[in-house]
């Protein structure tokens, strides 16, 4: 454990921290705060925009430097701070960022293509996608990776079998079932989160199509849901721990003043095969 010239304080702004997706990061933040010798100042913003930034306020009073998990605040409203002489670390952005802001990412555009590839090899050509909020950096590069592993298997995109959805239970399930009543519904969907998968299957389950004989399905994040729901569920596995302890290290490395080749890390996702994904049913 390396210890600093004097104990420093990291302050950490989360929009929550009892949840599945938040707890993991923060695990690794823990762990690489405690590691390097320091304090962690939690302050959680409950994904309220002026809390955030008055908790921000706060902390560049109290800390020596901040991580900002999903924050709230724009690209634009971020870059002045980066004249304020206060380091931050953005993990898992918002919103697309200005590439001088440093950051910490998933590679979701790469887990994307995994995904679209795992149900290509399968067979399938009519492979639906359930994305999250547009604009979203993490929609948005998940739509890129969707896309391109499309044309790369040369497979037209077809955008009816896109659709917007939040990320949650409820709206997977209802973005579900529409896709299921196009007049030639996909054989495959891959949904941008675990919670919009589970609520896919949801939806099967009152149309009366089998997981994976009728549909596949593959989600992204590999929570703790992915195991308990029947049929478990394919799908990409995020690093969580390791955003948060590579956010936390290259803070450090900032406030002591090091150089630092690139302000944006991304992290490898892992496609996870499990019992949600099988050859689509053949023609009679």
């Known amino acids: 454990m390396t210890t600093p010239e004097r104990i420093r304080h990291i302050g950490v702004l989360i929009p929550v921290v009892f949840d599945d997706f938040f707890s993991g990061i923060l695990g690794g933040i823990s762990d690489a705060v405690y590691e390097h010798g320091m304090w962690l100042v939690l302050r959680p913003t409950r994904h309220d925009h002026a809390r955030e930034v008055a908790l921000l306020n706060q902390l560049k009073q109290n800390t020596d430097g901040a991580v900002l998990v999903l924050p709230e605040e724009s690209s634009e409203e971020l870059v002045p701070a980066l004249s304020d002489r206060y380091p931050f670390v953005v993990c898992d952005p918002l919103e697309p960022l200005d590439p001088r802001i440093p950051s910490v990412v998933a590679a979701n555009a790469y887990g994307a293509e995994q995904a679209v590839e795992h149900l290509v090899a399968l067979g399938h050509r009519r492979i639906g996608a359930i994305t999250g909020p547009p604009g979203w950096a993490a929609t948005e590069e998940r739509r890129r990776g969707y896309r391109a592993a499309l044309d790369a298997a040369g497979i037209r995109f077809e955008p009816e079998l896109e659709i917007e959805a939040d990320f949650d239970f409820d709206s997977g399930a209802h973005a579900a079932a529409a896709l299921l009543a196009l007049a030639e519904p996909p054989t495959a969907i891959f949904a941008f989160s675990d919670l919009i998968a589970i609520g896919a299957i949801r939806a099967t389950r009152s149309l009366g199509v089998a ?69 689509p049913r053949p023609h009679t």
């Open 211 to 279: 997981v994976p004989a009728d549909l596949s399905i593959v989600g992204f994040d590999d929570s703790s849901y992915a195991t308990v729901v029947e049929p478990q569920l394919t799908t990409v596995r995020q690093p969580l721990a390791e955003l948060g302890r590579r956010s936390v290290d290259l803070l450090v490395r900032l406030i002591r003043g090091d150089e630092v080749e690139t302000p944006r890390l991304e992290s490898t996702t892992r496609l996870v095969v499990r019992e949600t994904t099988g050859p």
